[in-house]
């Protein structure tokens, strides 16, 4: 079954404690992201990746790493979380940038206390 | 930066009635898409838009792109209480850069 698969689901941590979510996709596809939805903000695009080892920043960036080393996978790496950065994330990835469609993960609820 | 502002934020009509949700830009767009998230998931796409002036019938949902390609309107006929959901109107800006931007959400309750 073609998806994209993100883990954990939820994760409650604290302020400082390094972290990482993981995304993975099954469809080959070049262009990946990561988002986080907040209420009244709607999606907004964190970083993004055209391909392997090749990543570029978003509109919401400050606070977040990725890593694109297989064209699989791009986890999400959060150095030393802050409460602001508590959201809904999500993992999208799409054949190219574009017009192509943009599959989403099921999302990740990270609280930063 | 906040590229695609949608309206309404929040629509509650009745089953039977028809409504219009707009995406406006000041920027012009190579394409845009529609999604429709419903709670505890990701997006799902409905459609893309990618001419200037294209309309784009998806049953009781009619898109429209604006012939600028800056705007887009989702209007759908006779709401059903499975509509309800989030709507999200997104698509990548000719900026320079690969960034793919999203609106900020019409969140819709078709009531029975």
């Known amino acids: 079954e073609a998806q994209v698969t993100q883990n954990p689901r939820y994760l409650i941590t604290v302020t400082g404690k390094k972290l990482t979510v993981t995304c993975s996709q099954n469809?080959?596809?070049?262009?990946m992201s990561w988002y986080r939805q907040d209420p009244g903000l709607g999606l907004r695009q964190i970083y993004y990746?055209?391909?392997?080892?090749?990543?570029d920043k978003g509109d919401v960036p400050e606070g977040y790493k990725v890593s694109r080393k297989e064209k699989r996978n791009f986890p999400l790496i959060l150095e030393s979380p802050s409460p602001n950065q508590t959201s809904l994330y999500f993992c999208?990835?799409?054949?190219?940038?574009?017009?192509?469609?943009?599959?989403f993960g099921p999302g990740t609820r990270l609280t930063v206390l | 930066t906040q590229l695609l502002e949608q309206s309404p934020q929040f629509l509650s009509i009745q089953e039977g009635e028809n409504l219009t949700v707009y995406c406006n830009s000041s920027s012009v767009f190579s394409s845009l898409q529609w999604y429709r998230q419903e709670p505890g998931e990701g997006p799902v796409l409905l459609v893309t838009v990618v001419t200037g002036g294209e309309v784009k019938k998806l049953k009781r949902l009619t898109f429209q792109f604006g012939d600028a390609r800056k705007d887009s309107s989702l209007h759908i006929t006779a709401a059903q209480p499975g509509d309800t959901g989030l709507y999200l109107c997104a698509g990548d800006p000719f900026s320079g850069t690969y960034k793919y931007i999203f609106g900020t959400g019409t969140r819709l309750k078709v009531l029975a």
């Open positions: 990746s055209m391909n392997v080892e090749v990543t």
């Open positions: 999208a990835s799409s054949l190219e940038r574009g017009y192509n469609e943009q599959f």
């Open positions: 469809m080959n596809h070049e262009y």
